[in-house]
């Protein structure tokens, strides 16, 4: 059996769960994480989700999903019928999905639940993905709202001469907590 821990393999990964296979509004958000996968490989993300419904559910919730939402599922849904996968991760088996983002080294970085009445929205998990994927390699936090392109904060934990020569592009300090830089370049060399 493979687990999911093994295919998590050195790169971001999302896994979405859904309490079943056959609602509405999960149905949609399966749909929506298909037509964003161009979006989500962008970023190096790979894809995972979970339900607690069979394989052979699965297969034909699939079917009804691509039919419904016009796309087409290409990444693994689980089937996790006993709760044993979730139980591992200690996500809890509920009337609700969650979100999350695990990056490079396997770590839980963001973890978001939604009832099942609401359904998620994924443009703010590519922000959210986004705003883990350029503080991770950079002494920098997200204000609010933040999208990509904006400025960003020099994090507290930086001292003023260590910000000078970290961000060449300089930063303004407002207060001394509150520092503003340009954000800095995220292309990988």
């Not at 896994?15 to 490989?41: N, R, S």
């Not at 260590?162 to 340009?182: Q, S």
Request: proline share 4%.
């Amino acid at each position: 059996m493979i687990t999911l821990h093994e295919v998590l393999d050195g790169q971001f990964s999302m896994l979405v769960t859904f309490p079943h296979d056959f609602e509405a509004v999960a149905t949609t958000e399966l749909g929506a994480i298909a037509k964003l996968q161009e979006e989500f490989e962008a970023r190096n993300v790979k894809l995972f989700a979970l339900s607690v419904d069979t394989k052979g559910n699965h297969r034909r919730w699939i079917d009804e999903v691509e039919e419904l939402q016009d796309c087409k599922i290409t990444f693994p849904l689980f089937a996790d019928v006993d709760g044993a996968v979730s139980r591992v991760y200690g996500l809890s088996v509920i009337n609700a999905g969650l979100i999350v983002l695990i990056d490079l080294d396997k770590r839980i970085r963001f973890i978001s639940q939604y009832p099942s009445t609401t359904g998620r929205n994924f443009y703010e998990v590519l922000r959210v993905i986004d705003t883990l994927q350029l503080t991770l390699f950079h002494s920098v936090a997200t204000p609010a709202n933040w999208m990509q392109g904006e400025d960003v904060f020099v994090r507290n934990d930086i001292s003023a001469t260590a910000a000078g020569a970290m961000f060449p592009k300089g930063f303004v300090a407002i207060k001394e907590w509150f520092r503003i830089t340009p954000q800095p370049d995220t292309k990988q060399g």
